[in-house]
């Protein structure tokens, strides 16, 4: 385990924090996985760990002060619209071109949603954050609501799954694991679109009117949530042990904890307590039978333990039970004429050419020197270990297994593992991530290349490159 002091340490001071803030910019789609951009994916990734960091140790929020002071929360929703687009009709025109010799430039690109949302999670428990976002709410508003159809309809049993066994293993191609890759970033923000929209319902007073019509009225966001208690995504049974998403990955739960609520669902009833008791709620919801018999379902998930682990909600289970034989509140605002906003930043990026900016990528791409790759993964590798990610980590598990690790890669030193054997199963779907972060110098990758028929008797997987044996190394507590 990590040291109390080592995780007291901060990445970033407040003026280095406020520089890197201030020079934000708007990126475009044509922007996305270029040199300038993946200096800000670096920077935003800092920010990012400094602003977890302060939350974990309960000290100055500056990452999130900056970004308020200097009005870049509605730049993070332009980034993560843009993000958005391009993973979803870009990224597979060019992955099987380029899934290989660029995976993790991809791979980088598919992560940045992920980073932008988890700074905008840690801006927007603060209702200043919230008012910052101006107009580009209602872009928010609708990513948040895509997001929860997209949990409504996922099949968890399916996100996350790595191949396993020696011939999965084998047979898994740099396209198929970046797909694994892209589906676990897609469950995880999806996760993380909840505690937003959440966030932004206990800030109504700070949104533009418009938003709160949109979730309400155009989207029936509530109608879209409490679905979210029968499908549960947030649950699955993996080979006949219960998991539950907890803090962005997937853990096994005691049987004695199975029907305890997770913090995700946790998030969902907070989210429906302020959708249905907010005054502000109240007045802009138009009731009906029908919505009044969807929301007089949640009925039957109120329980002691439910109660006793979340209080708050006792209002809302009275409420919800008087609904049987009473009348919903009216409205008490009538929508009238109303000047509809429509999400134009979205409207206008679906417009684009895909096929062009696809071919303008993969020939951007295509064009860099195996030294301009080389020193780009060096100042990546460079950049994660100046924050000392695992700092900030529980005790390393096994990347193979699972087992508790105290070993890890003597190459690049990023993953762990629990022995050679695990080491070895995994190198095949390692290695090439593993020889970007090392930034293995041409003579390096000679001396490897010389030393590949002495060791291909020992190596189990068939011709391949060679697993770098693995550094004992006993994190300390």
């Not at 892209?182 to 800030?203: D, P, Q, V, W, Y």
């Not at 853990?251 to 997770?262: G, K, W």
């Not at 060791?455 to 004992?472: L, N, T, Y």
Request: aromatic share 6%; with cysteine; proline share 4%.
């Amino acid at each position: 385990m990590a040291s109390g002091n080592a995780r007291d340490a901060p990445l970033l001071n407040a003026p280095e924090a406020e520089r890197m803030v201030e020079e934000f910019k708007v990126w475009t789609i044509d922007d996305v996985g270029r040199k300038g951009w993946v200096k800000y994916h670096q920077e935003l990734e800092k920010l990012n760990m400094q602003a977890q960091l302060s939350v974990m140790n309960q000290s100055d929020e500056f990452v999130v002060e900056a970004l308020i002071d200097n009005e870049k929360i509605a730049l993070l929703i332009h980034d993560l619209l843009v993000t958005e687009a391009w993973k979803e009709k870009v990224l597979p025109l060019v992955s099987e071109e380029l899934g290989e010799s660029h995976y993790v430039k991809l791979y980088l690109v598919i992560y940045h949603e992920a980073i932008v949302l988890g700074l905008l999670e840690k801006a927007f428990f603060h209702s200043a954050a919230v008012s910052s976002g101006g107009d580009m709410l209602l872009e928010l508003a609708d990513y948040c609501y895509r997001k929860t159809v997209y949990l409504n309809n996922v099949d968890p049993e399916t996100v996350d799954l790595e191949p396993s066994g020696k011939d999965e293993i084998m047979a898994a191609t740099d396209q198929s694991r970046l797909a694994v890759q892209s589906s676990k970033i897609m469950f995880s923000s999806g996760m993380s679109a909840l505690t937003i929209l959440r966030f932004m319902l206990e800030n109504v007073k700070a949104m533009p009117l418009a938003v709160l019509s949109r979730l309400l009225a155009d989207q029936d966001v509530l109608q879209t949530v409490i679905p979210l208690l029968d499908a549960n995504p947030w649950k699955r049974t993996i080979k006949g042990k219960p998991q539950a998403y907890t803090d962005g990955k997937w853990c096994e739960v005691a049987p004695d904890d199975v029907r305890r609520v997770t913090k995700t669902e946790a998030q969902v009833w907070l989210l429906l307590n302020s959708l249905l008791l907010d005054d502000d709620c109240r007045r802009k919801y138009e009731w009906n039978e029908q919505r009044k018999q969807n929301i007089m379902r949640l009925s039957k998930y109120f329980n002691e333990l439910l109660i006793d682990q979340l209080p708050v909600l006792s209002d809302l289970r009275r409420f919800v039970e008087t609904l049987a034989f009473s009348n919903p509140p009216q409205a008490g605002e009538q929508r009238g004429v109303v000047i509809e906003q429509i999400p134009e930043v979205r409207t206008k990026l679906l417009q684009s050419d895909w096929t062009t900016i696809a071919r303008a990528f993969v020939a951007a791409m295509t064009k860099e020197s195996p030294e301009e790759m080389r020193a780009e993964m060096a100042e990546l590798a460079a950049m994660y270990d100046a924050i000392n990610i695992e700092q900030m980590l529980d005790d390393p598990k096994c990347a193979m297994c699972g087992k508790p690790a105290e070993q890890r890669c003597s190459k690049c030193k990023v993953e762990w593992y629990c022995g050679r054997k695990c080491q070895v199963a995994a190198w095949k779907g390692h290695k090439d991530l593993c020889g970007a972060l090392s930034g293995l110098s041409t003579a390096a990758q000679q001396e490897a290349a010389e030393n590949k028929a002495a060791e291909a008797a020992e190596d189990p997987i068939g011709g391949e490159s060679v697993a770098p044996q693995v550094v004992e190394e006993v994190r300390g507590d």
